[in-house]
């Protein structure tokens, strides 16, 4: 398909942007580093031909979804084909929002989040397999309420619809009927487990006739476990107890193991694994390979076998006690599948990894705790090679704090290669973010957003305070949201770094809810049409705290040509503004990518060119003194 020409403004940008990279030494630098992130990158799945891993099976086993995201308006188009060969069956299901879909249990259909452009909205349809998408019928539809979206959730036994309500702040609405079948066309009677926005009740598990949450509400902010009884459903009201009380880390999921339960929590920003009793008393800590994140876990009866996750609480006293499951991600290690039991002092990968050009050990992640400018104390993480022992050293300092995101370690090729060139990589859990639970979050929201870039700015005066970076070596990285943190904090403190890249930022703090869909974050920053509100959001706004005359560090703007998220004009408007403001001769840039999306789901070459390009830039001006990649380590048998 044949795309318009970018505006002459912006193509010529682009060409100032190429011209930089092209530079002898850069050019060479970048092309190095691209070779070396295609060997460490996970290959994501092309369009047409989906990995096994994205594909969301059926319960049955005969079918496999998987979903196609459309970058320009972030709407995805689902598949199926059989699970036995590879054909498709011939329908698409377009409009999809990306809340997940719900499969029931015989493998008949599924139900999904469709967006409506008219009359407006959302409604949550079902679709059967093996027929039209017209055909499709809708089962919940609030037309007073077009922002609010739809999460659905099955029960194993398929006797249970359960959906949550989201309007784009961190509250829902919970509510449960009994299914009926695809052929259901009238509205149905839903029984509301939370009826008011004042908290986040996340579906976690089905347990017989009990659907089990995690809680957090305003009693209970650092999140708790809890179930309702449908069984008396609907002559009798539900019936909600505790599983889980509140504690002081932050509980992100819990599956039931013999007659206890393992948690799994974040401890300052990584994932801590616990043990505990029926009661909730707390029994041993499951041993972890570092400070990382679990992205998901399960209990299974025999180690090896890979059944339908089931969450099956067992209290008969003859028992066999299941082993657990996880899946395990670090700065240095790709996601890999560990068990434990009970007692074993260390967890055990499932399968020897034997693809790794790189050994994780030669690499070490610590836990930093910084005081911010109000004495809070900040998380924040240093990873770097072991036999990087000479400070001070060229340094990333990469932010978020904002939507109640976690910045739990990860892997990420950019950040493990950019840690092979001798660099450090520095992660600030900057207030506004979720590392200390919902407390964490509301502490940097509104009126009081000004604490994120406070907890930044202190952590990078500790980095350079402490003889790990200085000015000149220090770069400040952020997207999205983070991109508004680092946007906020170069136009505060431009002295304190020595480059920036911010990509498909909030920048424009007066404007952003025109521009994409910044009206569903109203809750999250204010409202700049309110007065009060306003000259909160303009004290901090990057693109109006820009002065004249003002020196600052080499930045690269990034953003694509039709962001549906956040909006390209906030890129644009601040990267014109900071290269008028520029008094210095260091370059301001601005690259915008053809194809539009907000830069969360690029193909593989497009994400190879953005983190290259990143890593390039951050390499020349904070002075890395290697101008090549350091060939790969030998793969290991």
């Known amino acids: 398909m044949n795309r318009p020409a970018m505006p002459p403004a912006i193509a010529e940008q682009n060409q100032r942007t190429q011209d930089w990279f092209q530079q002898p030494g850069s050019d060479n630098l970048r092309a190095s580093i691209r070779a070396r992130l295609a060997q460490l990158i996970d290959t994501p799945p092309q369009d047409d031909q989906p990995e096994t891993a994205r594909f969301i099976p059926s319960p049955d086993g005969r079918w496999l979804a998987w979903a196609i995201t459309n970058p320009a308006t972030d709407l995805q188009t689902w598949r199926v084909r059989s699970a036995s060969d590879s054909e498709a069956v011939p329908e698409q299901i377009e409009g999809v929002f990306p809340s997940g879909i719900a499969w029931l249990p015989d493998g008949t259909g599924f139900y999904y989040d469709r967006f409506l452009p008219y009359p407006g909205g959302h409604g949550l349809y079902f679709h059967a397999i093996g027929t039209s998408q017209a055909d499709d019928t809708c089962h919940l539809y609030q037309p007073a309420h077009p922002e609010r979206y739809y999460q659905p959730s099955i029960s194993p036994d398929g006797r249970w619809l359960a959906v949550s309500t989201l309007n784009g702040s961190a509250a829902n609405l919970l509510a449960v ?13 839903y029984t509301e487990l939370i009826s008011h926005f004042t908290g986040r009740d996340d579906i ?6 009990e659907l089990i949450c995690r809680a957090v509400e305003p009693d209970a902010l650092s999140g708790q476990l809890i179930a309702f009884d449908l069984s008396g459903l609907p002559d009798k009201p539900p019936i ?12 992100l999921d819990a599956v039931a193991l013999g007659d206890g339960w393992i948690a ?17 008393q707390w029994l041993e800590n499951v041993p972890l390979p570092g400070l990382g994140k679990v992205e998901w876990m399960e209990t299974v009866s025999e180690v090896g ?6 969450w099956t609480f067992d209290k008969s006293p003859t028992s066999v006690i299941p082993h657990l499951r996880f899946a395990y991600t670090d700065y240095t290690r790709p996601a890999q599948v560990y068990t434990w039991k009970p007692g ?3 967890c055990q990968p499932e399968e020897v990894v034997t693809f790794l050009t790189f050994d994780p050990a030669d690499f070490v992640t610590r836990a930093h705790t910084v005081p911010s400018a109000d004495g809070t104390p900040i998380p924040l993480f240093l990873a770097q090679r072991r036999d990087v022992t000479t400070t001070p050293c060229p340094t990333i300092l990469y932010a978020y704090g904002g939507l109640g995101y976690s910045l739990t ?5 950019d950040i493990l290669a950019w840690l092979e060139m001798g660099g450090i990589f520095a992660s600030v859990c900057a207030r506004g973010g979720g590392e200390l639970g919902e407390r964490w979050h509301q502490a940097a929201v509104g009126p009081t957003k000004q604490r994120t870039f406070d907890d930044v700015l202190t952590a990078a005066r500790w980095l350079i305070g402490e003889g790990i970076t200085t000015p000149s070596q220090l770069g400040l990285w952020g997207t999205s949201n983070g991109g508004l943190t680092a946007g906020a904090c170069l136009s505060q403190q431009p002295k304190l770094f020595g480059a920036a890249v911010i990509e498909s930022g909030l920048l424009d703090m007066l404007d952003y809810p025109r521009l994409g869909r910044g009206a569903d974050w109203l809750t999250e920053y204010g409202d700049p049409d309110e007065p009060a509100q306003r000259e909160v959001l303009a004290a901090y706004s990057p693109l109006h705290n820009i002065r004249p005359g003002t020196t600052y560090p080499p930045t690269l703007v990034t953003t694509s040509d039709n962001d549906p998220r956040v909006g ?12 008028t403001a520029q008094a210095g001769n260091a370059p301001i840039l601005l690259r915008v990518h053809p194809g539009g999306g907000h830069g969360d789901q690029p193909s593989q070459d497009q994400w190879l060119d953005r983190a290259a390009d990143r890593l390039a830039f951050f390499a020349v001006h904070l002075g890395l003194v290697t101008r090549t990649v350091s060939p790969p380590r030998a793969e290991k048998q």
């Open 177 to 189: 009927r009994r299914t009926r079948g695809p052929k259901e066309t009238h509205s149905p009677t």
């Open 204 to 209: 976690l598990h089905w347990q017989a006739d």
């Open 240 to 251: 909600r107890r505790t599983l889980l009380p509140a504690g002081e880390l932050p509980l």
């Open 264 to 280: 799994s929590y974040l401890n300052r920003g990584w994932a801590e694994l616990h043990r505990l009793d029926g009661q909730g």
């Open 305 to 310: 076998l890979l059944p339908p996750r089931s």
């Open 344 to 346: 074993q002092t260390n």
């Open 409 to 413: 370690p990860r892997f990420s090729a």
């Open 568 to 579: 390209e004009a906030h890129s644009l408007r601040f990267a014109e503004m900071l290269q």
